[in-house]
């Protein structure tokens, strides 16, 4: 049975293209907002992270109406660490609009997530946005659309999409570019004709797949997903098919479908919805919620699996306690354990201490999300350097190869591809656009990418852009060069003195300020040689009765380089961890005393 009322449509595209912008415009152009509401920017990017960031990092709901159609809406991150999201929205929907900007074209994202939804078969409509810059190039990047569609092995229902040009920012879409329209219409038009209703039948045994889960302070634990089949109402009971139990029983104590931005709450869900309900406990991504009589499980969501992990310790620095209020290790665990079960790409696996977990994921800038969210919470932890997962095969050890896109100006061509032969990458194309700029994709090992960003923004002065995907995986390259530099570690507690500080200008570059309070074994500056330097950076200047003609003089400082979280992550070294505190990032060695760390690089001689 086709639900002709309803429209189930995801937006994809690369980070940065436009998807929350367009979906703005919708939401004001069907009447979600009063006409004289006061509407933020992006007002889909909720999370605090989301709008410092600027990018989309859990992906949400919303439902518009249509000349009577009611259209679900799933805007989806563009961020190939946050694909997991990806991956469970696209489960929800029967079609897909595909965002590309007018200028840059398909980019390395754009190919990550149009494989997940041709791989699904969905049918897409391809948006061209940002049609009123400077640079578009249009004709080029629908050419280079079709080229990619064709080269993921796009079916030829698939490749016939409609296009349509928008300027996001001014809510506008065209047919074609020269058309008179004045609003996003020929949008909304192609999705209702391009997007096939759902099919779903209403009598037929209830069936509905958690995809998403959410929170409210009011009802608790929201599940979120599409109702496959059947009908769920209020004051029914219900079975709960988790991945190797079934439990009976289950009643629902709040029922909502999507408007705009908001729930709305009804006593019946018809089949084919996207909808959120509450009152079941122990609920988790991937189940199904079926009839008491006659459970029925769907097949539960497979994401690719997670290729970086990193460890999260209980913070056992001098400084711990100072500045947070979850410091303990049942407090870590029992936070990863919910990211996890909110998070299908977030894996966790105990370590051999209690107080150590080790965390698997996607990506650095997804790990830097999670310990983001968690300092904010006030959670207080020490987190160690990234390490690649490796997989085990014919006796082989294999470890994950990434492709890595390229955009930087032509002068420093050399300098990178020095660097990354270095860190075992593999040229495999170089096209100079003839603009100053050059394209480059390289084949390199996931781990000799950690680390690399912040040198690579260092070595293009900034101008540079950089994306990677995973490729596959391959036998283990051998070692891998990561940071060629020593740290200056403090030797004692203390209050960091200017006099100590201008001692240290020709050691190395300072990472904290003046005033500072460091304690023993703490990384306080990146030494300009291999080793590591013990320093005593809390001296002060002895006093006398003896003054001379400038010996006062006011001392000027090389400012220090403060590292953001995500650069702290990137600087450290395999004996080295970033102690994470609501109001503090701090760099430190694992074993804080000196004698120890010289006892223990003896050894390993």
Request: proline share 4%.
């Amino acid at each position: 049975m086709k639900k002709d009322h309803l429209r189930n449509v995801a937006i994809i595209a690369h980070v940065d293209h436009g998807k929350t912008t367009l979906l703005n415009a919708m939401l004001k152009q069907t009447g979600v907002f009063r006409a004289n509401q006061a509407v933020e920017d992006r007002v889909m990017d909720s999370m605090a992270l989301e709008k410092e960031r600027g990018i989309t990092i859990a992906a949400k709901n919303t439902a518009i109406e249509y000349q009577g159609v009611k259209i679900n809406i799933v805007d989806t991150p563009g961020h190939a660490d946050f694909g997991g999201e990806v991956e469970r929205s696209l489960n929800m929907v029967d079609g897909a609009m595909l965002l590309v900007d007018a200028s840059e074209g398909p980019l390395p994202q754009t190919r990550f997530v149009l494989k997940k939804a041709l791989a699904l078969g969905l049918p897409l409509i391809l948006v061209i946005n940002k049609i009123d810059r400077a640079d578009a190039r249009i004709e080029e990047v629908i050419s280079e659309t079709y080229d990619l569609f064709i080269d993921l092995g796009a079916d030829e229902h698939q490749i016939e999409f409609p296009i349509l040009y928008t300027n996001a920012k001014t809510g506008v879409s065209h047919v074609k570019l020269e058309d008179a329209a004045q609003d996003l219409r020929p949008l909304l038009d192609a999705i209702v004709s391009a997007v096939p209703p759902p099919a779903g039948d209403d009598e037929a045994n209830a069936q509905f797949l958690v995809t998403n889960l959410d929170y409210d302070p009011y009802v608790g634990q929201i599940a979120v997903g599409r109702l496959q089949a059947g009908r769920l109402q209020m004051n029914s009971l219900y079975s709960l098919c988790g991945q190797d139990t079934v439990q009976g029983g289950v009643k629902l104590s709040a029922l909502y479908t999507f408007h705009g931005l908001a729930k709305k709450s009804v006593e019946s869900a018809e089949s084919g919805d996207i909808i959120a309900l509450a009152g079941i406990d122990g609920v988790a991504i991937g189940d199904t919620i079926s009839s008491l009589d006659k459970p029925q499980a769907l097949p539960r969501l497979i994401v690719d699996e997670p290729t970086v992990s990193m460890v999260f310790y209980v913070n056992d620095s001098p400084f711990a306690g100072k500045e947070g209020k979850y410091l303990t290790s049942r407090h870590l665990l029992e936070r990863l354990e919910k990211e996890a079960q909110r998070n299908v790409a977030i894996r966790i696996r105990k370590t051999g201490r209690t107080d150590a977990f080790e965390v698997c994921g996607r990506g650095e800038l997804q790990m830097a999300v999670l310990i983001e969210t968690m300092r904010r919470e006030g959670f207080e932890l020490a987190v160690s350097k990234p390490q690649v997962i490796t997989k085990k095969s014919d006796g082989k050890v294999l470890e994950p190869v990434e492709r890595l896109f390229l955009d930087i100006p032509e002068e420093f061509v050399g300098r990178i591809t020095e660097k990354l032969s270095i860190r075992k990458g593999r040229l495999e194309s170089l096209v100079n656009k003839g603009s100053g700029r050059v394209s480059m994709e390289f084949l390199i090992p996931s781990r000799g990418l950690i680390g690399f960003r912040s040198q690579f923004l260092t070595d293009t002065k900034g101008g540079g852009v950089m994306n990677s995907l995973l490729e596959d995986y391959a036998p283990w390259f051998g070692s891998i060069p990561q940071r060629n530099s020593g740290a200056l570690v403090a030797d004692r507690a203390g209050r960091v003195t200017s006099y100590a500080s201008y001692a240290m200008e020709d050691r190395g570059e300072m990472i904290v300020e003046v005033g500072t309070d460091v304690y023993a074994g703490m990384i306080v500056g990146e030494r300009n040689r291999t080793q590591d330097l013990t320093v005593n950076i809390v001296k002060e200047k002895k006093l006398t009765n003896m003054r001379a003609s400038g010996s006062d003089a006011t001392v000027i400082l090389r400012p220090p380089r403060i590292l953001s979280l995500d650069q702290a992550i990137e600087f450290i070294a395999e004996d080295e961890l970033v102690e994470v505190t609501p109001k503090s990032v701090r760099l430190r060695k694992m074993e804080l005393d000196a004698t120890r760390r010289q006892m223990k690089a003896k050894k390993d001689e």
